[in-house]
């Protein structure tokens, strides 16, 4: 099974006539634009829905730190490793304030990181693949970060305003991230032939579970419906995809780079490429936990995990003390 299965709701999107009252305000509300906090009344299925989308997007972030990090101590120039560096600490940040999010829905950050380092929760299946050249970071930062905006400038206008509003600033420094991959890219295939082979070559590898992360097709995608509904989804997986798809070819092109797609055609028609075949399969797997880096991946939080666990401590003791100064000077006084 490689959902998740979060009950969010009935096995179709109610209709208004079928809610409750209390619903149906909720939904007339969200039907007007009207963003959604914190202490206003939710749907039990919006708040869950939303929990598990949070959360998985903020362990991506967390997760999706270490596939470059495994490049910072061999970038080839001092600037790039500070460039690196910047977008690695920024993918921290990212989680961060996406934890925060989802603490505003009433649950603790300490729980969603049980969840993430037991391998009950998700993160982005593209984090599951390995980094093997240096133009691995130029792939990554202009397909990845590149399918990531696209999929989050819409949650901007998400419904839940915390996650609406940390998606602003996530996606400034995602823009940055996209700009620094395609610059790599760019001096790469301005280089020598063996360079310009090399991002060849990440290309072939990162093209296709680049699409894979805008999620299963729409026909196999079970939250689709009622997230777009309570507009925790702005648009379809395969509406995002293949707007993706369009941007990419032409930068593509201006690379001189082959997008590895033999059945890539523009469709003149519907104004868009048409594209191959997706291997679902594959993708079924590494989300299921058996992609080529999962154990690997996790290994490498929960030694992160264990190995801070000193500072968190120091971090609780500190607090207790200074608690207890205050608590000693507000009887004293
Ligand atoms: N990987 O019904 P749907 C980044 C799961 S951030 C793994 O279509 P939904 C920044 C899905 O969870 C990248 N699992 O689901 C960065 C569900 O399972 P569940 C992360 C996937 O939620 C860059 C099941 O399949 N971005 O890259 C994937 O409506 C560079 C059924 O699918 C976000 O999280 C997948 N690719 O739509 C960092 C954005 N796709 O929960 C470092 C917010 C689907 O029932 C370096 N999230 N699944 O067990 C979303 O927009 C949505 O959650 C989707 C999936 C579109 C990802």
């Known amino acids: 099974m490689y959902a998740q299965m979060v009950k969010t ?3 179709r999107v109610k209709t208004l006539a079928e809610m409750d009252e209390c619903e149906r305000v909720f939904q007339e509300r969200v039907d007007r634009g009207v963003k959604i906090e914190p202490k206003d009344w ?4 919006y708040r869950k829905t939303l929990i598990r989308q949070i959360s998985q997007h903020a362990h991506s972030e967390i997760v999706g730190q270490l596939p470059e990090g495994n490049w910072i101590s061999r970038a080839p120039t001092l600037q790039r490793k500070v460039i690196l560096l910047a977008k690695v600490q920024d993918e921290a940040g990212h989680g961060l304030y996406l934890y925060g999010a989802a603490e505003t829905l009433g649950v603790s950050r300490d729980e969603l990181t049980a969840q993430l380092l037991s391998g009950r929760a998700k993160y982005s299946s593209i984090f599951n693949y390995p980094t093997l050249s240096w133009a691995d970071m130029g792939a990554i930062g ?3 970060d590149g399918a ?3 999929n989050q400038v819409p949650l901007q206008r998400c419904s839940y305003g915390p996650y609406a509003r940390a998606m602003i600033k996530v996606c400034k420094e995602e823009s940055f991230h996209q700009r620094q991959g395609f610059d790599i ?3 790469l295939c301005r280089g020598s032939a063996a360079q310009k082979a090399m991002a060849q070559d990440a290309l072939d590898r990162w093209w296709a579970p680049s699409l894979m992360m805008f999620g299963p097709p729409d026909e196999h995608s079970v939250h689709s419906a009622q997230s777009k509904a309570w507009k925790i989804k702005i648009n379809g997986n395969d509406e995002l995809r293949h707007k993706f798809v369009d941007q990419t070819v032409p930068q593509a092109k201006l690379l001189g780079l082959e997008i590895p797609d033999p059945d890539l055609r523009w469709n003149e028609a519907r104004g868009s490429y048409d594209i191959g075949q997706i291997d679902w399969e594959e ?6 936990g058996n992609g080529p880096c999962n154990r690997e991946r996790l290994a490498a939080r929960n030694k992160a995990h264990e190995d801070g666990a000193w500072f968190r401590d120091g971090l609780m003791a500190h607090a207790d003390k200074t608690k207890a100064r205050q608590q000693s000077q507000g009887e004293a006084a």
Do not use: C, N
């Not at 939710?42 to 299925?45: A, C, F």
């Open 42 to 45: 939710m749907p039990d299925g």
């Open 9 to 11: 709701e009935a096995d």
């Open 142 to 144: 202009w397909l990845v």
């Open 283 to 288: 993708f079924f797997q590494v989300v299921g």
């Open 185 to 187: 890219m760019m001096s």
């Open 148 to 150: 990531a905006i696209m």
